[in-house]
């Protein structure tokens, strides 16, 4: 890959007026957005801490490092094996996040190492932004995904810093008719000096837009490369011990809340009907966790929270029909307990979540019909016998039911899934190797 570091050039006067008008939106909805978090932090106080970062303020102990912007915690997992890779290589990073889950979740994975910082990254203002460059001195922009902020991308392109995608998900709904504010923000992506895809599909989005295909590498998808915590799957055995009379588990994960009002009936009827059921359910939002306990409370069906649990997720559950996982960080730990896996965002139309992470432990994955967001995965997980999407509720109702009552499918998808994810590995490397075409010796990037 040619070391190439993209100028301010890329982008038409027209985008660069689009520009202002975008920053003085941004700054008129500054004080909506503190009683957004105002409102958040009643329920999650970490919205409220750190607000310094906000605004490009906050201690520097990382100069010069490779800046990692990995907005939330699925982002955060993703890009753990390549910053894993860089330090291994030498090289510091500074680990922003736009969620609290997020920075959880890098300080639970590297807490122990100096050579990391975390903060949360400013708000997308031009100046917040400058602030923040001129302070830490970043060597190169790493973004995961599919995150597009102007003020972030302008602002570093304008110091002449690289811009790197890694894991890039650009999707058909964020194409869209490719026309008004839309085709501008979508010139943002000729400010990356590369962009590392999953798939062949996700490459054609990008040269659909307009990117050199030169700047392009399909390398697979980073989550493949997340190492699963051991601790995890202690935790797991002891929740499946202690969940009196679980012969089957069914797990709930990243259910959203326009959904959630179908899955408490259904979890309700599931319960009736099969009195060695038991449900993990993890809500995507901290938000939701309490909401959730309280709405199957109502119904009458015995509910846990895991903060009642202990650390290591050890006391008992005589009488727990459903664990609710209000925490974050610990989505391994649930899927290890369970035997059928439902993804959630699939039953409204929000394309889904990660179905990676319980496939990797060898848990077979249903979901609703909304898929497109994740349908890189769940296309070939279907044709391997792994997953399915079900057209509706009634249905996937009815499909875990049919699955569970039957060990032998069961089993023979569980096989499926962890055979799926063999041979997977390696996009994290693949990346790290293109990145190091844009970054100097770590040596000298370890220099003051």
Same mark, same amino acid.
């Given at each position: 890959?040619?070391?190439?570091?993209?100028?301010?050039?890329?982008?038409?006067?027209?985008?660069?007026?689009?520009?202002?008008?975008?920053?003085?939106?941004?700054?008129?909805?500054?004080?909506? =957005?503190?009683?957004?978090?105002?409102?958040?932090? @009643?329920?999650?106080?970490? %919205? +409220?801490?750190? /607000?310094? &970062?906000? #605004?490009?303020?906050?201690?520097?102990?990382?100069?010069?490092?490779?800046?990692?912007?990995?907005?939330?915690?699925?982002?955060?997992?993703?890009?753990?094996?390549?910053?894993?890779?860089?330090?291994?290589?030498?090289?510091?990073?500074?680990?922003?996040?736009?969620?609290?889950?997020?920075?959880?979740?890098?300080?639970?994975?590297?807490?122990?190492?100096?050579?990391?910082?975390?903060?949360?990254?400013?708000?997308?203002?031009?100046?917040?932004?400058?602030?923040?460059?001129?302070?830490?001195?970043?060597?190169?922009?790493?973004?995961?995904?599919?995150?597009?902020?102007?003020?972030?991308?302008?602002?570093?392109?304008?110091?002449?810093?690289?811009?790197?995608?890694?894991?890039?998900? =650009?999707?058909?709904?964020?194409?869209?008719?490719? @026309?008004?504010?839309?085709? %501008? +923000?979508?010139? /943002?992506? &000729?400010? #990356?000096?590369?962009?590392?895809?999953?798939?062949?599909?996700?490459?054609?989005?990008?040269?659909?837009?307009?990117?050199?295909?030169?700047?392009?590498?399909?390398?697979?998808?980073?989550?493949?490369?997340?190492?699963?915590?051991?601790?995890?799957?202690?935790?797991?055995?002891?929740?499946?011990?202690?969940?009196?009379?679980?012969?089957?588990?069914?797990?709930?994960?990243?259910?959203?809340?326009?959904?959630?009002?179908?899955?408490?009936?259904?979890?309700?009827?599931?319960?009736?009907?099969?009195?060695?059921?038991?449900?993990?359910?993890?809500?995507?939002?901290?938000?939701?966790?309490?909401?959730?306990?309280?709405?199957?409370?109502?119904?009458?069906?015995?509910?846990?929270?895991?903060?009642?649990?202990?650390?290591?997720?050890?006391?008992?559950?005589?009488?727990?029909?459903?664990?609710?996982?209000?925490?974050?960080?610990?989505?391994?730990?649930?899927?290890?307990?369970?035997?059928?896996?439902?993804?959630?965002?699939?039953?409204?139309?929000?394309?889904?979540?990660?179905?990676?992470?319980?496939?990797?432990?060898?848990?077979?994955?249903?979901?609703?019909?909304?898929?497109?967001?994740?349908?890189?995965?769940?296309?070939?997980?279907?044709?391997?016998?792994?997953?399915?999407?079900?057209?509706?509720?009634?249905?996937?109702?009815?499909?875990?039911?049919?699955?569970?009552?039957?060990?032998?499918?069961?089993?023979?998808?569980?096989?499926?899934?962890?055979?799926?994810?063999?041979?997977?590995?390696?996009?994290?490397?693949?990346?790290?190797?293109?990145?190091?075409?844009?970054?100097?010796?770590?040596?000298?990037?370890?220099?003051?």
């Amino acid at each position: 890959m040619k070391k190439t570091i993209v100028a301010l050039s890329a982008l038409s006067s027209t985008t660069r007026v689009v520009y202002v008008v975008e920053q003085v939106i941004a700054h008129l909805l500054v004080p909506p =957005l503190f009683l957004l978090m105002l409102l958040r932090s @009643r329920k999650e106080p970490a %919205h +409220l801490q750190n /607000l310094s &970062h906000r #605004f490009g303020f906050g201690a520097v102990k990382q100069k010069r490092a490779v800046w990692i912007y990995a907005a939330s915690l699925g982002e955060t997992r993703a890009a753990s094996s390549l910053i894993r890779r860089l330090r291994a290589g030498g090289f510091k990073v500074l680990l922003t996040h736009q969620s609290p889950a997020g920075l959880a979740e890098g300080a639970r994975l590297f807490t122990k190492d100096s050579g990391v910082q975390q903060c949360y990254i400013p708000f997308d203002l031009f100046w917040a932004v400058r602030i923040f460059l001129r302070r830490f001195k970043p060597v190169a922009l790493v973004v995961l995904e599919i995150e597009i902020w102007p003020a972030m991308l302008i602002e570093t392109a304008r110091k002449g810093i690289p811009i790197v995608m890694a894991n890039g998900n =650009l999707l058909e709904k964020s194409i869209g008719d490719g @026309r008004g504010v839309r085709r %501008h +923000l979508l010139t /943002l992506y &000729h400010l #990356f000096s590369h962009i590392f895809t999953r798939t062949d599909d996700y490459r054609d989005r990008y040269l659909r837009i307009g990117v050199d295909p030169a700047r392009l590498s399909v390398v697979g998808d980073m989550k493949f490369d997340q190492v699963i915590d051991p601790i995890h799957l202690l935790m797991a055995e002891s929740v499946r011990s202690n969940l009196r009379g679980a012969e089957r588990v069914l797990m709930i994960a990243s259910s959203v809340e326009a959904e959630e009002t179908l899955l408490v009936p259904m979890v309700a009827r599931l319960l009736s009907k099969d009195s060695s059921l038991r449900v993990i359910w993890a809500p995507r939002s901290p938000q939701r966790f309490q909401s959730v306990s309280d709405a199957l409370s109502a119904l009458g069906i015995n509910t846990t929270l895991r903060s009642t649990l202990g650390p290591e997720m050890s006391a008992p559950m005589p009488q727990t029909q459903v664990l609710v996982g209000d925490s974050t960080g610990e989505m391994n730990a649930y899927y290890s307990v369970a035997d059928l896996v439902f993804v959630g965002a699939s039953l409204v139309d929000h394309g889904g979540h990660n179905i990676i992470e319980p496939m990797m432990l060898g848990r077979p994955v249903v979901m609703g019909p909304s898929t497109f967001g994740i349908d890189f995965a769940a296309v070939p997980a279907g044709l391997a016998g792994a997953f399915e999407s079900l057209p509706n509720a009634a249905h996937l109702e009815a499909r875990i039911i049919e699955i569970l009552a039957d060990p032998a499918a069961l089993a023979r998808m569980a096989d499926a899934a962890m055979g799926f994810t063999i041979d997977k590995t390696g996009a994290a490397n693949k990346t790290f190797l293109g990145l190091l075409t844009l970054l100097e010796a770590p040596t000298e990037v370890a220099s003051e």
